[in-house]
């Protein structure tokens, strides 16, 4: 990382510690200092100068970024530690030697993508509610939804305080009790789906996020990973407009398979 002043939230999310939000937590809870003082929210510090410390290790910029898309299955839980000692999604990668970190959340009986990473600012363009990357799930209910069940999903469904929406909606797959739709939403809420499946007397049996914009697990066994390509990286940063992203390592874009 070349000198410059920057927040500081900003250069603990490029040293892998995780998303800005999550940075500004530390800093609020006082697991930050620099230069020997307790961080504050909001101050900024210039990189070629300035000391920072975590939980009292210094902290720097990896000297590899990481990008990695995981096809999760069900039952693994996207978290760093579960007390109830439930299988953690982390553990379908192999040791990087360095802290990778979920980019958003999929639920613990949720299929499908999710990424994982080392860049916090890279994460942080994707989190951030101005790009509405969109995500589009196959979702398996119960019964046959009529046409105007389906159009309620896109005009909107108040339930438990929220209107949420999706974006497209549409039958994928009919069988004689159950059907399978494709779902597409941009950015979405906890559970969505599900929550919009129940109060519509459809509740979701099963449930796969097959993308995240441009980005598809359709070819990649559950439980398996490849890194993204350079391109993709891009794009998801930057839908409307790519760029250069940071200089990486390339990665051979094939599958890995768990071996835990």
């Known amino acids: 990382m070349k000198a410059e002043d920057i927040p500081l939230n900003r250069y603990l999310a490029s040293c892998g510690l995780g998303p800005r939000r999550y940075c500004d ?7 930050v200092y620099v230069n020997g003082d307790a961080a504050v929210p909001g101050m900024r510090i210039h990189t070629g100068k300035d000391s920072v410390t975590v939980d009292d290790k210094s902290v720097f910029p990896p000297p590899e970024y ?16 579960d007390p109830e000692g439930r299988h953690l999604a982390k553990d379908l990668l192999p040791d990087f030697k360095m802290r990778l970190f979920p980019v958003g ?16 600012v ?26 105007a069940v389906l159009d309620m999903w896109i005009r909107g469904i108040r339930t438990e305080g929220r209107l949420l929406k999706a974006l497209s909606v549409r039958i994928e797959k009919r069988t004689a009790k159950n059907v399978w739709l494709r779902i597409t939403l941009s950015g979405g809420v906890n559970r969505q789906i599900r929550r919009m499946g129940l109060a519509t007397g459809h509740p979701v049996v099963k449930l796969v996020r ?19 390509t350079p391109s993709e990286i891009r794009r998801l940063a930057d839908p409307q407009q790519p760029s250069k992203t940071r200089s990486t390592k390339r990665k051979s874009v094939k599958f890995h398979k768990n071996r835990t």
């Open 122 to 147: 890279w994460a942080n363009k994707i989190a951030h509610p101005r790009h509405e990357i969109p995500k589009t799930y196959l979702a398996k209910v119960r019964g046959i939804p009529s046409k």
């Open 66 to 81: 990481i990008y990695i898309l995981l096809n999760k299955p069900k039952g693994y839980l996207v978290s760093d530690f």
């Open 105 to 120: 959340r999929l639920d613990y009986q949720t299929e499908g993508a999710i990424l994982y990473t080392n860049d916090g």
């Open 210 to 228: 097959i993308s995240i914009g441009s980005v598809s697990v359709e070819k990649i066994p559950p439980g398996s990973f490849r890194h993204l």
């Open 25 to 31: 937590n530390l800093i609020r809870e006082g697991r």
